[in-house]
């Protein structure tokens, strides 16, 4: 059944990870600049852009990232409709799950990391863009719990028989 809560959070999922391509996920300024809040790089899934000077990034950077991004939505998109088949439902949100936190975590320690080194920036966080992946990812845990929750009902039911 397609009217399912599941399906909901698995939705809110796909559209949470799609809005990370038009939200910046961090933007950058100089120590110096903070205090006049001048833009020095801005990050996004595609790219970080220099609004300054020569990027030091190139696209390979942010490939890894942009597949993360493609990954999970693909499967919190595709989720939806295998309504039919919770097991397979399940472990692919589970999949989803693990696509995200890696994705969180490499954002988080790797890519803000790197990019605060190598420009001498230091990161501002006042976009919705980071937040969007730990949204996504909240909606993917819940989906699970309702589809485990769907799985365990119709298991007692066949129980029954």
């Known amino acids: 059944m397609i009217q399912r809560v599941q399906t909901i959070f698995l939705f809110l999922s796909g559209i ?35 609004e300054v000077g020569p990027n030091p990034f190139s696209f390979w ?53 790197q990019i605060e080194k190598v420009t001498d920036t230091m990161a501002n966080y006042q976009d919705i863009g980071i937040y969007l992946p730990l949204i996504s990812l909240v909606f993917l845990i819940l989906a699970n719990r309702f589809i485990r929750k769907d799985e365990k009902m119709v298991r007692s039911v066949d129980r029954l028989r």
Request: glycine share 2%; aromatic share 16%; no cysteine.
């Open 16 to 50: 949470a990870i799609i809005l990370m391509a038009f939200f910046p996920i961090a933007v950058f300024t100089d120590a110096a600049a903070a205090e006049t809040n001048t833009k020095y790089m801005i990050f996004t899934i595609f790219e970080v852009s220099n």
């Open 61 to 113: 950077f942010n490939l890894p990232l942009l597949v993360f991004v493609a990954a999970i939505a693909v499967i919190s998109i595709t989720t939806v409709f295998l309504y039919k088949k919770r097991p397979l439902q399940m472990k692919l949100t589970q999949i989803g799950i693990f696509l995200n936190i890696i994705m969180v975590m490499g954002i988080l320690f790797f890519y803000i990391d």
